[in-house]
């Protein structure tokens, strides 16, 4: 996916990478060489491998992840990071291939508890009685009561085969011990039904990977009906994936022009839709604070054409795309290639034209416009 270059030696690579002068010496003039920029942290690298008083307490390969570390926090984006090829496995197979070890939820904060958004089908938690709307009281015996929903996320991942115990409440105020397995968790990348007796198509799209403008034209063909009268195109809590099959989705809501452009280094890349699937009924693209990065290219670009409006609350707001590059076999760096983005993704994240007050009513709103819309076609008011 993504071009590699191997070294045998990383810190042989930081010194090649980053631009740097030759080192201190003397050429066979007898001139001096300048410094190299990089000859502090070798001289300290070497110090501390001959000179720290615990030697054997030190890991050769610890203090370069660090050293990559401490130039990497200088950057402004906090998505530059080092992986290690554990690390970098489980980054793709969350962000990439939507997998990942756990219960098959997603939480959000709602008052002093943990609440569940959504949950995934044939996983551990929609199997065994936990469903959307339900609040989790205690994880393990461990009372949710000021945990953030991260932090709840992070107790219900783990090994394969592991258990955790759930206490919940249901909406309907039943409180219920619940035993999940953890197992691994198949993300589908689209999910779409009908509403309102088939005249609304909802397509929910969680993830950017391969299949995903297959899937999302296929939904489209499922949804259509006489009877359509809108779409709504759920990016909530997507937080985007690989660039490029997330414009083939843009293209199917876009009937014409950019997609978006951005820089990369020194060139500007810039893609056009290729003609849109749907036939330019009235669509609501609902967004929150963990929608992010390609899921907010998707929605700027609707907006931007006038193809549908933004419902929810603000995105998340990044500034920058990453790259991949493979520093060692083992050793991975993600690193800030892409910004200046167009149509513009502000640093305080997309503003919503329909705002919401909280996830539930997020589909009511926008069925409430697309009711009020029906029969009109987009651009709007065009």
Excluded at 107 to 113: A, P, S
Excluded at 270 to 291: D, F, H, M, Q
Excluded at 353 to 364: Q, R, T
């Amino acid at each position: 996916m993504f071009p590699f270059s191997k070294r045998s030696s990383l810190l042989i690579f930081l010194v090649s990478l980053i631009i740097v002068l030759p080192a201190f010496g003397t050429n066979a003039g007898g001139e001096k060489k300048p410094a190299s920029k990089l000859e502090p942290v070798e001289k300290a690298y070497n110090l501390i491998l001959e000179s720290y008083v615990s030697p054997d307490s030190v890991e050769k390969r610890q203090l370069i992840i660090g050293a990559i570390e401490g130039m990497l926090e200088q950057l402004p984006d906090p998505h530059d990071r080092v992986y290690t090829e554990e690390g970098y496995k489980k980054h793709l197979r969350k962000v990439v291939r939507s997998n990942y070890v756990g219960v098959g939820v997603i939480l959000g904060d709602r008052g002093k508890y943990v609440s569940v958004l959504e949950t995934f089908p044939y996983n551990s938690a929609a199997r065994n009685g936990v469903k959307p709307r339900d609040v989790i009281l205690k994880i393990d015996g461990e009372s949710t009561v000021e945990m953030s929903y991260r932090e709840a996320g992070d107790l219900l991942r783990g090994e394969q085969e592991d258990e955790v115990a759930l206490k919940v409440k249901h909406p309907d105020g039943e409180r219920e011990k619940i035993t999940l397995r953890k197992i691994p968790v198949q993300i589908p990348a689209v999910e779409h039904e009908l509403l309102l007796d088939g005249r609304i198509g909802l397509i929910d799209v969680n993830y950017f990977r391969e299949d995903v403008e297959w899937r999302v034209n296929s939904a489209i063909n499922e949804l259509e009906n006489d009877d359509l009268q809108g779409f709504i195109l759920d990016l909530r809590n997507n937080r985007g994936g690989v660039l490029k099959y997330a414009f083939g989705v843009a293209s199917k809501f876009v009937d014409s022009g950019i997609i978006t452009k951005f820089h990369k280094k020194d060139r500007v890349k810039k893609y056009s839709t290729e003609g849109n699937a749907t036939p330019n009924l009235p669509l609501v693209v609902l967004i929150n604070e963990r929608t992010a990065s390609a899921s907010e290219l998707i929605a700027a670009a609707v907006r931007y054409h006038d193809m549908g409006i933004l419902a929810g609350r603000r995105s998340y707001g990044k500034q920058y795309g990453q790259s991949f590059f493979e520093l060692e076999d083992d050793l991975y760096l993600a690193l800030s290639t892409m910004n200046n983005f167009f149509p513009e993704i502000p640093e305080a994240g997309l503003k919503p034209e329909l705002k919401s007050p909280n996830y539930w009513k997020d589909v009511e709103i926008a069925k409430k416009w697309i009711n009020k819309h029906a029969g009109e076609k987009t651009p709007l008011g065009k």
